[in-house]
């Protein structure tokens, strides 16, 4: 629908704009579902502004940063940049009711069997905080195509054991699985794929080092989009953990979620080299949850 025919003219034209004035393409820049730390968030690791060895997808002009407020000088790479989201673009209705320093919580472990901590959190979650089991959804990230299917089954058997003990039930709901995905009175426990275009008020996401395992998908771009794609289905909480303490994606979301959580809510990073980049994002962020044909 959105391609070239054979003469390279856009099969279905955007451009222009409709009877009464608006346009036909609009640039969403508020956000109502995600808290603005949440989305910052997401963001800046989904394009990895802060990684290791510097960003693998980015946006290169100052004022592609729809939604966003953007200190620096683009043209000079290497220098410092001071990313903002200005608080009326994500008008969150628990904006004020919500501690910024709850918000977002990360944990690295050891084994698999260590991130059983998050049942004692999704315990608390609903005997504590009140929440309902429905409002809680858990998305395991895999390593591989071979392994997709076998982790899956890990946690899914792990984690309805764990909050079997607490008299909670859990609602498995995979790509190719035609269960409804909110499930009244259960936890949702679903893949990147199944859980977009659903939410949730707390989301865990599992196994994040595998942002680091090269043999999860071809490119880390894909990677990094499916983690975005995770993080951004929460609407209040969002709680991220993984294995390999010392692996390089678990400084990076330390770093992130202390400039995030400051009292003024930021990022600082490196003006990227558009030629060393996988992805250059010239259009905005909402580049990054667009799927690709391998997401299906």
Same mark, same amino acid.
């Given at each position: 629908?959105?391609?070239?025919?054979?003469?390279?003219?856009?099969?279905?034209?955007?451009?222009?704009?409709?009877?009464?004035?608006? =346009?036909?393409?609009?640039?969403?820049?508020?956000?109502?579902?995600?808290?603005?730390?949440?989305?910052?968030?997401?963001?800046?690791?989904?394009?990895?502004?802060?990684?290791?060895?510097?960003?693998?997808? &980015?946006?290169?002009? =100052?004022?592609?940063?729809?939604?966003?407020?953007?200190?620096?000088?683009?043209?000079?790479?290497?220098?410092?940049?001071?990313?903002?989201?200005?608080?009326?673009?994500?008008?969150?209705?628990?904006?004020?009711?919500?501690?910024?320093?709850?918000?977002?919580?990360?944990?690295? %472990?050891?084994? *698999?069997?260590?991130?059983?901590?998050?049942? *004692?959190?999704?315990? &608390?979650?609903? =005997?504590?905080?009140?929440?309902?089991?429905?409002?809680?959804?858990?998305?395991?990230?895999? *390593?591989?195509?071979?392994?997709?299917?076998?982790?899956?089954?890990?946690?899914?058997?792990?984690?309805?054991?764990?909050?079997?003990?607490?008299?909670?039930?859990?609602?498995?709901?995979?790509?190719?699985?035609? *269960?409804?995905?909110?499930?009244?009175?259960?936890?949702?426990?679903?893949?990147?794929?199944?859980?977009?275009?659903?939410? &949730?008020?707390? %989301?865990? %996401?599992?196994?994040?080092?595998?942002?680091?395992?090269?043999?999860?998908?071809? =490119?880390?771009?894909?990677?990094?989009?499916?983690?975005?794609?995770?993080?951004?289905?929460?609407?209040?909480?969002?709680?991220?953990?993984?294995?390999?303490?010392?692996?390089?994606?678990?400084?990076?979301?330390?770093?992130?979620?202390?400039?995030?959580?400051?009292?003024?809510?930021?990022?600082?990073?490196?003006?990227?080299?558009?030629?060393?980049?996988?992805?250059?994002?010239?259009?905005?962020?909402?580049?990054?949850?667009?799927?690709?044909?391998?997401?299906?």
């Amino acid at each position: 629908m959105f391609g070239v025919d054979e003469d390279g003219n856009a099969v279905f034209d955007l451009s222009g704009q409709y009877r009464g004035e608006p =346009q036909e393409t609009f640039v969403m820049r508020k956000s109502y579902r995600a808290p603005r730390l949440l989305l910052m968030l997401a963001h800046t690791i989904g394009m990895g502004l802060k990684r290791e060895d510097g960003p693998v997808q &980015a946006i290169t002009r =100052q004022d592609g940063w729809d939604g966003y407020d953007v200190d620096g000088n683009f043209r000079k790479i290497g220098s410092e940049a001071v990313l903002r989201r200005p608080i009326e673009n994500s008008p969150h209705p628990m904006q004020n009711e919500l501690f910024p320093g709850e918000l977002i919580t990360h944990r690295s %472990v050891e084994t *698999k069997a260590d991130e059983h901590w998050v049942s *004692k959190k999704i315990k &608390a979650d609903i =005997q504590q905080e009140g929440l309902d089991p429905d409002q809680i959804l858990v998305i395991p990230l895999c *390593k591989g195509r071979t392994n997709d299917m076998k982790n899956k089954e890990f946690v899914a058997e792990e984690l309805e054991s764990l909050l079997g003990r607490h008299d909670i039930r859990i609602n498995p709901v995979w790509e190719n699985d035609n *269960k409804i995905f909110i499930h009244e009175g259960k936890v949702t426990l679903a893949g990147v794929n199944r859980a977009k275009g659903d939410e &949730a008020g707390s %989301v865990y %996401v599992l196994g994040v080092d595998a942002i680091n395992t090269e043999q999860w998908r071809d =490119q880390e771009t894909h990677r990094r989009n499916r983690l975005f794609v995770a993080i951004t289905r929460s609407g209040a909480w969002v709680s991220i953990s993984g294995t390999h303490p010392n692996a390089s994606i678990h400084t990076e979301v330390s770093s992130v979620v202390d400039d995030v959580q400051s009292t003024l809510p930021h990022v600082i990073f490196e003006v990227p080299n558009s030629r060393e980049l996988a992805n250059e994002l010239e259009e905005g962020t909402e580049e990054l949850e667009s799927p690709t044909l391998d997401d299906f």
